[in-house]
């Protein structure tokens, strides 16, 4: 009788610690649920905030076409084809009119050449390098902009670090411009029949144009926000500013540095020259072997 007592109480143990074992396994599942619950619930928020920020840098940028709804679970009605006919027409105007704009903008780089004709005469180095040099301008000033865009509509670019970002960008453009000042030199001055102080005419020009590029397409976007016009319409703009800019730039400074007719020609000449010798001497020097 005490044996099947005892094998009953010890039955019962068993049975109690399986019921308290699968009672702390269901609480653990619970917690598990609980946690992936509120992680889920906090993903959703950032989710909803980081929505309603890019709406509102969309709607900001006037970047319309740059955001696709559903309008039907919006509720909203279909659009008239009169609606899409008179945005279309907008659309039209406001892109023809800026372009042609920049076109009439754009043509004053004739006057700028025509009033440095007898400078481009007697080098000619310089107009087989301008399109080089007004293209490198270009790049550079739409690459600037179109990362500053991109920021706005991100929302990652904002007043409060706009001034940060154009310090880095201003900072950037200068390694950035002797980088692209020391590989044009080096295509102008081995790769053509080019003499060294046009070469390096043409390298410092080419320096100044990217730098000065890169800072405009850095500020015109975030210049464009402020006054209410569309940022998008600064990757055309940099564009024309370049064109002309660079075309002013490199006639300047070929001027400085090669027309002796001007005291500042034949003082960028003695330059040239100096630094033409420095050159040498520094590759006499490495040439030479270390006898130990």
């Known amino acids: 009788m005490s044996l099947r007592v005892k094998r009953q109480a010890q039955s019962g143990a068993r049975a109690d610690l399986e019921a308290a074992a699968d009672v702390e396994q269901l609480l653990n599942r619970n917690a598990e649920l609980e946690i992936l619950n509120a992680n889920l619930k906090r993903l959703l928020d950032i989710s909803r905030r980081r929505e309603r920020k890019l709406v509102k840098a969309l709607e900001d940028v006037n970047a319309d076409s740059l955001l696709s709804l559903d309008l039907d679970e919006c509720g909203a009605d279909d659009v008239s084809a009169t609606d899409s006919t008179q945005s279309f027409l907008r659309s039209l105007a406001d892109r023809t009119g800026w372009l042609i704009g920049l076109l009439v903008?754009?043509?004053?780089?004739?006057?700028?050449?025509?009033?440095?004709?007898?400078?481009?005469q007697r080098f000619p180095t310089i107009v087989y390098f301008l399109t080089m040099l007004v293209g490198a301008g270009g790049n550079a000033g739409n690459q600037a902009t179109v990362r500053v865009i991109r920021g706005l509509a991100l929302g990652s670019l904002t007043v409060k670090n706009s001034g940060w970002y154009?310090?880095?960008?201003?900072?950037?453009?200068?390694?950035?411009?002797?980088?692209?000042?020391?590989?044009?030199?080096?295509?102008?001055?081995?790769?053509?029949?080019?003499?060294?102080h046009e070469s390096m005419?043409?390298?410092?020009?080419?320096?100044?144009?990217?730098?000065?590029?890169?800072?405009?397409?850095?500020?015109?976007?975030?210049?464009?926000?402020?006054?209410?016009?569309?940022?998008?319409?600064?990757?055309?703009?940099?564009?024309?500013?370049?064109?002309?800019?660079?075309?002013?730039?490199?006639?300047?400074?070929?001027?400085?540095?090669?027309d002796t007719s001007s005291s500042s020609g034949r003082l960028g000449r003695d330059l040239l020259e100096a630094s033409r010798s420095l050159a040498n001497a520094t590759a006499a020097a490495a040439s030479v072997p270390n006898v130990t």
């Open 105 to 120: 903008f754009q043509s004053l780089s004739s006057f700028i050449l025509k009033s440095n004709e007898d400078l481009l």
């Open 166 to 196: 154009v310090a880095k960008e201003t900072a950037a453009s200068l390694l950035i411009g002797l980088v692209v000042g020391v590989a044009g030199l080096m295509r102008v001055y081995y790769f053509s029949a080019v003499g060294w």
């Open 201 to 258: 005419a043409i390298a410092l020009a080419l320096v100044s144009i990217v730098v000065s590029s890169i800072v405009i397409g850095t500020v015109l976007p975030l210049l464009f926000q402020a006054v209410g016009v569309d940022p998008a319409h600064s990757s055309t703009t940099i564009q024309v500013i370049m064109d002309i800019s660079g075309v002013l730039v490199t006639c300047l400074i070929t001027s400085c540095l090669l």
